[in-house]
């Protein structure tokens, strides 16, 4: 089993800035790829970031320049930076792991990020 535990949603004025957490934890061998997605009402769920074991990002156009993402394996969670939101990042926002060898996905539960003046 492998539990994943977001935190740091909430709710921000457009150009303020929120750092999200996610911490894997359970039957974890190694990690390919950590990342984070996100769905707006009535949308589908797309990609945000995502940061691969070598260090290596890939970050939506609509997000690059604002949003950074980290990791630290040594306690198998991912951080992503959101800076100068706006109100469309509003969102459910989801944690993903990609596992090594499989590359079978774990979700998190999800976190809302509102941003509204």
């Known amino acids: 089993q492998v539990q994943l535990v977001e935190s740091g949603g909430g709710l921000v004025q457009p150009g303020g800035s929120l750092r999200l957490s996610c911490a894997a934890s359970?039957?974890?061998?190694?990690?390919?790829?950590m990342g984070w997605y996100r769905q707006a009402p009535g949308k589908e769920r797309e990609l945000v970031a995502t940061?691969?074991?070598?260090?290596?990002?890939n970050a939506a156009d609509s997000v690059k320049g604002r949003f950074t993402i980290s990791r630290d394996n040594a306690k198998n969670t991912v951080y992503p930076q959101m800076n100068s939101l706006k109100p469309e990042d509003t969102a459910v926002y989801y944690c993903?792991?990609?596992?090594?060898?499989?590359?079978?996905?774990?979700w998190g539960q999800g976190t809302q990020v509102t941003v509204s003046s």
């Open positions: 993903n792991i990609k596992m090594h060898p499989t590359w079978r996905d774990y």
């Open positions: 359970g039957s974890i061998f190694s990690i390919n790829v």
């Open positions: 940061i691969d074991s070598d260090g290596s990002t």
